[in-house]
T-cell receptor, first 115, second 111 residues
């Protein structure tokens, strides 16, 4: 595909459940980012991968949140014991090199609703 | 935490008018970027200005950067209804690799 693909586009889950959100970046992009966006707010940084490793995970709000990128391409954001406050749009972005040398290309996001 | 603050939060203009949005930030940066977001969609990169640049143009877009005031502005000339969207500034701080976004300006261009 030509762009960043995120699945599912919508996810409704019950409080306390576990969810996985998937991101397929643009082929060849080494940098991958996860952001969270609440209604009417700007995207909030969660984690940044350079290749397979998390170069900066300081935005993850607590230990219920975890992300992996085992082969340096697809990434999965995992949320354990979901809470209603986790409801938001989770955005994934990739860039060719990272560190601002190339722009971020965003997917359309996964809208997570925790009931 | 949000680094950038956009001003105004909302802007409504008529087609053909110019739209100016401002962004202020707090720390030293490598570059500042502007993104656009249509409702329900991801963000789209518009323009990047490096910390050693003062002004940049791209089509109907003009971006300025004043590092002494830690501020930037985005000017959209001859606006069109299709420019209706939210606009975000984002900064890459010198201390790290993350891109930090502001709260955005919601621009409405009335036909």
């Amino acid at each position: 595909g030509a762009g960043v693909s995120q699945t599912p586009s919508n996810k409704v889950t019950e409080k306390g459940k576990y969810v996985e959100l998937r991101c397929d970046p643009i082929s060849g992009h080494t940098a991958l980012y996860w952001y969270r966006q609440s209604l009417g707010q700007g995207p909030e940084f969660l984690i940044y991968f350079q290749g397979t490793g998390a170069a900066d995970d300081s935005g993850l709000p607590n230990d219920r949140f975890f992300a992996v990128r085992p082969e340096g391409s697809v990434s999965t954001l995992k949320i354990q014991r979901t809470e209603r406050g986790d409801s938001a749009v989770y955005l994934c972005a990739s860039s060719l090199t990272g560190r601002g040398r190339s722009p971020l290309h965003f997917g359309n996001g996964t809208r997570l609703t925790v009931t | 935490s949000q680094q950038g603050e956009e001003d105004p939060q909302a802007l409504s203009i008529q087609e053909g008018e110019n739209a100016t949005m401002n962004c202020s930030y707090k720390t030293s940066i490598n570059n500042l970027q502007w993104y656009r977001q249509n409702s329900g969609r991801g963000l789209v990169h518009l323009i990047l200005i490096r910390s050693n640049e003062r002004e940049k143009h791209s089509g109907r877009l003009r971006v300025t950067l004043d590092t002494s005031k830690k501020s930037s502005s985005l000017l959209i000339t001859a606006s069109r209804a299709a420019d209706t969207a939210s606009y975000f500034c984002a900064t890459e701080e010198t201390s790290g690799s993350r891109l930090t976004f502001g709260e955005g300006t919601q621009l409405t261009v009335n036909p």
